[in-house]
């Protein structure tokens, strides 16, 4: 089955700028919608960004201009600029829809990776 592995994660200053990238392992697959979510202690988990297979991209208001969701064949990136407090959060990499040579798989997660924006 599919793997999905998010990295780039940890602390930085308030302005501050981190990209993000949810690689993702196994056999042949497609995924349809790939996306970024958040979810902050006290808070629900928001939807960030997502981004379909062709490309049309989906932003939370409280991000839009400041982030940047992007994808490859095997990767999918979230470019944070302007990184602010409210920012910190685990982010989770999901894939709404993995299509493989024998299966479909729905609604799979990452392990999160941590971002902590504080001076």
């Known amino acids: 089955q599919v793997q999905l592995v998010e990295t780039g994660g940890g602390l930085v200053q308030p302005g501050g700028s981190l990209r993000l990238s949810c690689a993702t392992f196994?056999?042949?697959?497609?995924?349809?919608?790939m996306g970024w979510y958040r979810h902050a202690p006290g808070k629900q988990r928001d939807m960030v960004a997502t981004?379909?297979?062709?490309?049309s991209t989906v932003y939370a208001d409280s991000v839009k201009g400041r982030f940047t969701i992007s994808r490859d064949k095997n990767t999918v990136y979230l470019q944070m600029n302007s990184l602010k407090p409210e920012d910190t959060a685990v982010y989770y990499c999901?894939?709404?829809?993995?299509?493989?040579?024998?299966?479909?798989?729905?609604?799979?997660w990452g392990q999160g990776t941590r971002v902590t924006v504080s001076s």
């Open positions: 981004i379909t297979n062709g490309g």
């Open positions: 999901n894939a709404d829809r993995i299509d493989t040579l024998v299966t479909s798989l729905y609604n799979v």
């Open positions: 196994g056999t042949s697959f497609s995924i349809s919608t």
